[in-house]
């Protein structure tokens, strides 16, 4: 397309309204004024058309001319994704501190892929192979943990004529060429241009039967995630959303992980950036930044460019799932995405719904989320690929009646309510069991069973029927006082604490405790619910709930969160062989004294 | 881009609230700095808010009072608005604009840096691990502040949140390493009064030499509120990035700022979002929020602390509810504690200092920091519950555990948060409270510190269990 070159005719903050290029496109790239700030078509009118722009707009003047590009927003997708950090629009955050210095100024060009590294490239495919879109054509070892696959791109279906041999690589330059049906050849490098506000395209959608794994125990008792699946986690300030992402990015059993800091804090970012490099993937032992990618928009980055980086961080995460990879993405905040879309949406003068959103508030959520599941990718075979979405919500003041919570629990499944008060008193995660929910437990039912533990559904019914008495009890103690229950609910009351305090408490600090692999999680709910069974039954013979509490096991419950990943299984042989004989020597003491009403079978 | 224009504007078509509207303009930029001549032969500065179409919408920092349409003169000078720096700002005392109101001589310039500044690159930030020692228990013991982190006063009418700040810029250090220290002070709105405390609390204590004010009083027009905090944040970035030192920025009162925003806001006829205060409150207050930091391979530092009164103590007020999601924590003086009589009356529930996890423990402040804070908190919030039960049921009906907890929480509010507002205690000294305070319980009540930790702890004769 030849350049059209048109004028700047106002500016308000990130809205600039031009004129001049007729045949300007929706969702067009501009570059505007001297200074050729990155801009996008977001309205087309008769003779005018309104761009946000990508960067700061001070200084602009109407006047300045606005030259058309014709692309669409897009990502440059291949090998040296991953381990990299870019801005909302994918310009690499180190290059643009070695063009700019330690600020980051406007106007700034840089390339999203670096063109001149070569990589290893292994091909799979030969002369002669029929092929069509998504067909692996070869591999690169691009990291320790992850091995990129090359695929053919959209639009490219024919007979392989040329192939180059296993050697090193740019990603521009040509390593396959396709003759298709009317005789044309077509070039195939390993970059891909891919626009972000469009998903790319897939066979079709799969059922989710697998859990997302995170090591977090409230989460993956009560209210797992599935493979593909999306889920929101609201709260107020202070209440541990953004560390909670953070875990997940960490210990989440996805091959890939995308992170969105979307108009959030800088120190968080850096905290990332500092901290992953060190952390070891639990099951390769490689650092965790081999298979992260991290998008930092930071609150005080351009508006506009906020509003692009959610878009830009799913389309990389598609790229990742057509190669049939289990990729995470986690959005931090949703909330300040969707300001950024009412801060545009002011500007353009659109009538507002309610709290000043605009009225496709929720269909854009809609879309932003649907691009997460489980699907079968394109090209030859059954590959399976998967998008899990976790998305934080930061609700004005906590309330979520607000219109971004409401409008993003109408499409996810999973929903961590996060709790100020049990944030202010240092429960974390402060993630309220009672309120929270997944709608993923019965398909998720089939693979806990096989491998968790048989009985892991009941155990996990007990545990939630022990908390909601808990509640219920908690009510009647405020307004009478403890002395009034009997003993039996007493040591409900007990029970319950001991599976708030030794279970659901989990420190994202502790070296150890930070991560909980699945059968440690099984061990500890089974040792806290037998517990529980036990005291009830002694109780009901008529034990004295405070004699259960000076048994010595309480304190080894107390601390076996932090046994170790690889040996946990030993401290809890120890644990339930220790209770059961504290159990029975409790109840011979007891009947030895003739204190109990009935004689025990044991 | 300094086209230092020649041509002056007649050509005032509205004037609105703190707006001006000029017609026929030609070539004006967005954000460029406009002198305004009144009738009176006043010289008043504004900056443009939107332009296009021959016309210019400019924000006047002195309002609009005494401008007309016919004879109010206006020029466009080319040029954002700049601060001039050098390290000779210390020791000044300035308007909210930055124009000297102290008797020196004009503020001499080594640059003159624009006031919006740019924001920094995450990938140049250091992630701040020095503590600062305030000799504040409520704050170094359960809520450390550190170097680079922006950690606001949530406060409410009447409350000592003043005395609370100046206590914290006389005593704030780190421990064995005193060194290049400013303050810079932004007042936005507060009464003489208050300005005249800080102040003199300042002289007293000779910071004032390595301190610099800008003062933007309640007299004072409103509007240059706007250009205050970014003027202050100015000279900082120059003290902390040129100049290698470490610099605490006080900004005090956030309201009025965010209600200056809004009077432009609405006179703009903007779609407001809640409370009238406009939808990118989040942004702007994000632009000033995260000029702090540490920039690796920079030795200086700009650490934050934003005063804001919240209207009727209402932490969801959009003021501090957005202030709480941009900065690393928030303390928070409460009223309850204060009406106990209990100095400095900070409320260890809902104050939060997200960075001390990083800041605190061996090497830093004492090994057994992170735990005992964990214990701590956990024993006041179980005090503090049972505090409601006692109220219904009488504290008769309780168990001995409880009454334990119940006179803990008593306990730690006197001997704890409570403290001189001169009385300058160590990290030593407060940690060591903390396990005085502890010695209540039997260890294995301790759950949230570790055994060894424990023994620790009784061998140094500060945790004596009876």
Redesign the interface.
Same mark, same amino acid.
């Given at each position: 397309m030849t350049e059209v070159t048109g004028r700047?005719?106002?500016?308000?903050?990130p809205v600039v309204?031009c004129s001049g290029i007729p045949a300007v496109r929706m969702y067009e790239v501009v570059r505007v004024g001297n200074q050729q700030l990155i801009g996008e078509v977001i309205e087309v009118g008769d003779e005018e058309f309104t761009a946000q722009v990508y960067e700061?707009?001070?200084?602009?003047?109407?006047?300045e001319p606005v030259r058309s590009t014709g692309d669409s927003l897009s990502v440059e997708l291949g090998p040296g994704l991953l381990g990299s950090?870019y801005d909302g629009i994918q310009r690499p955050?180190?290059e643009?501190?070695k063009l700019?210095?330690?600020?980051?100024?406007r106007g700034l060009s840089v390339e999203g892929i670096n063109k001149e590294k070569k990589w290893e490239f292994n091909p799979s495919a030969k002369v002669g192979d029929k092929v069509q879109p998504g067909d692996i054509i070869g591999e690169v070892p691009e990291t320790g943990i992850i091995t990129s696959r090359i695929l053919i791109p959209l639009q490219v279906e024919g007979e392989i004529v040329e192939m180059v041999k296993k050697g090193e690589y740019t990603v521009i330059e040509t390593i396959c060429k396709v003759k298709d049906q009317h005789g044309d050849i077509h070039d195939v490098m390993m970059l891909q241009r891919t626009p972000v506000r469009v998903g790319r395209s897939f066979k079709e959608r799969v059922g989710m039967d697998t859990p997302l794994v995170t090591g977090q125990r409230v989460i993956d008792t009560f209210m797992p995630q599935a493979k593909g699946g999306t889920g929101a986690i609201p709260g107020?300030?202070?209440t541990g959303k953004t560390v909670t992402l953070h875990q997940f990015a960490k210990w989440a059993d996805a091959q890939v992980v995308v992170y969105v800091?979307c108009?959030e804090?800088?120190?968080e970012?850096?905290?990332a950036?500092?901290e992953w490099p060190h952390l070891k993937d639990p099951k390769t032992g490689r650092p965790l930044m081999e298979r992260t990618v991290l998008i930092?928009n930071?609150?005080?980055?351009p508006?506009a460019a906020r509003e692009a980086s959610i878009y830009t961080g799913v389309t990389m995460a598609e790229y990742f799932r057509d190669q049939g990879y289990d990729v995470a993405l986690m959005a931090d905040s949703t909330s300040?995405w969707a300001?950024a879309l009412?801060?545009i949406s002011?500007r353009l003068g659109q009538l507002?719904s309610e709290?000043?959103y605009p009225a496709y508030l929720g269909s854009r959520l809609a879309q932003f989320y649907e691009r997460g599941g489980r699907v079968k990718a394109l090209g030859s075979g059954d590959r399976l690929g998967s998008i899990t979405i976790c998305g934080a919500v930061?609700p004005?003041?906590?309330?979520f009646s607000e219109p971004v919570t409401q409008a993003t629990l109408r499409i996810v499944k999973v929903f961590w309510a996060l709790d100020k008060d049990l944030a202010?008193?240092?429960f974390f995660p402060a993630i309220n069991t009672l309120t929270s929910y997944s709608l993923y437990f019965t398909t998720l039912e089939k693979w806990q069973r096989a491998n968790m533990g048989e009985d892991w559904p009941e155990l996990v019914k007990e545990s939630l029927a022990l908390l909601q008495k808990d509640q219920e009890l908690r009510e009647i103690?405020?307004?009478?006082?403890?002395?009034a229950l009997p003993e039996s609910e007493r040591a409900v009351l007990e029970a319950a604490r001991m599976l708030k305090?030794d279970f659901l408490t989990q420190s994202a600090?502790h070296e150890i405790d930070t991560y909980c692999p699945m059968g440690k999680t099984y061990r500890m709910l089974k040792i806290i619910i037998n517990f529980a069974k036990k005291m009830a039954e002694v109780v009901q013979m008529g034990v004295q709930v405070r004699r259960i509490l000076e048994l010595s096991i309480?304190?080894n419950i107390?601390r076996m969160k932090l046994a170790p990943w690889d040996s946990y299984d030993e401290t809890m042989d120890t644990i339930e062989n220790k209770m059961d004989g504290e159990f029975q020597s409790l109840l011979q003491e007891m009947s030895e004294s003739g204190l109990l009403f009935k004689e025990t079978a044991q | 881009?300094s086209k230092e224009s020649s041509i002056v504007y007649r050509s005032v078509s509205d004037v609105s609230g703190p707006l001006l509207v000029v017609e026929n303009t030609?070539?004006?930029?967005?954000?460029?700095v406009v002198k305004i001549r009144s009738p009176a032969g006043e010289l008043l500065t504004g900056t443009v808010?939107?332009?296009?179409?021959g016309r210019a919408v400019i924000q006047v920092f002195e309002g609009t009072s005494g401008l007309d349409a016919e004879v109010t003169s206006v020029r466009f000078t080319g040029e954002?608005l700049k601060l001039p720096v050098s390290s000779e700002i210390l020791g000044r005392v300035l308007d909210g604009a930055g124009n000297p109101l102290d008797k020196g001589p004009p503020l001499t310039a080594e640059d003159h840096w624009d006031i919006?500044?740019?924001?920094?690159?995450?990938?140049?930030?250091?992630?701040?691990r020095q503590p600062i020692q305030t000799g504040v228990s409520a704050i170094d013991g359960l809520n450390t502040l550190v170097r680079?982190?922006k950690l606001p006063i949530f406060s409410g009418a009447g409350l000592p949140h003043n005395r609370l700040a100046a206590q914290i810029v006389r005593q704030a250090k780190i421990p064995g390493e005193e060194g290049d220290f400013a303050i810079v002070f932004a007042a936005m709105g507060i009464t003489a009064t208050e300005a005249q405390y800080f102040m003199q609390s300042f002289e007293e204590t000779g910071a004032l030499e390595h301190t610099t004010l800008f003062l933007n009083l309640a007299d004072d027009p409103a509007i240059e509120r706007i250009i205050t905090p970014r003027a202050a944040l100015t000279a900082a970035e120059y003290l902390a990035?040129t100049a290698d030192m470490h610099v605490l920025v006080i900004l005090t009162d956030m309201t009025n700022y965010a209600e200056a925003l809004r009077e432009i806001s609405a006179a703009r006829s903007?779609?407001?979002?809640?409370r009238g205060y406009p939808?990118?409150l989040?942004?702007d207050l994000? +632009?000033i929020y &995260?000029?702090a930091?540490r920039?690796?391979?920079?030795n200086g530092t700009i650490t934050q602390m934003p005063i804001l009164s919240m209207p009727q103590d209402d932490?969801?007020?959009?003021i501090p509810?957005?202030t709480?999601?941009?900065t690393?924590?928030?303390i928070i003086v409460g009223r309850g504690l204060h009406r106990r009589g209990i100095f400095p009356p900070i409320d260890p529930?809902?104050s939060?200092s997200? +960075?001390m996890? &990083?800041g605190i423990g061996e090497g830093m402040t004492r090994f057994d920091h992170?735990e005992i804070q964990?214990q701590l908190?956990?024993a006041y919030?179980e005090g503090r519950d049972l505090r409601?039960?006692v109220a219904?049921?009488?504290s008769e009906?309780?168990?001995d555990r409880?009454q334990k907890y119940l006179k803990f929480a008593d306990r730690f509010e006197a001997d704890f948060i409570n403290q001189g507002e001169f009385e300058d205690r160590s990290f030593e000294q407060t940690l060591d409270i903390g396990w005085n305070l502890l010695s209540d319980f039997p260890e294995?009540e301790l759950?949230r510190c570790d055994p060894e930790t424990i023994s620790w702890a009784r061998d140094k004769g500060v945790y004596k269990p009876s």
């Open positions: 700047i005719e106002s500016i308000a903050g309204k700061e707009t001070s200084g602009l003047a109407p006047g950090i955050l180190p643009l501190r700019s210095g330690d600020f980051i100024s107020g300030f202070g800091g108009g804090r800088g120190n970012m850096t905290e950036l500092e930092a930071t609150s005080n980055m508006v300040r300001e009412r801060e002011g507002p709290e000043g930061s004005p003041g906590g309330d202010a008193r240092r103690v405020q307004l009478v006082g403890p002395d305090e600090l309480l304190d107390a | 881009m030609h070539d004006v930029s967005y954000n460029e808010l939107e332009t296009g179409r954002t919006y500044g740019s924001p920094i690159n995450p990938y140049a930030r250091q992630y701040p680079g982190q990035y903007e779609i407001p979002g809640r939808g990118y989040y942004t994000s +632009l &995260e000029r930091g920039i690796d391979g920079r932490m969801t007020h959009p509810d957005l709480g999601y941009i690393e924590g928030q529930g809902p939060l997200r +960075l996890k &990083e992170k964990a908190y956990y919030s409601d039960l219904v049921v009488g009906a309780l168990t409880d294995r759950k």
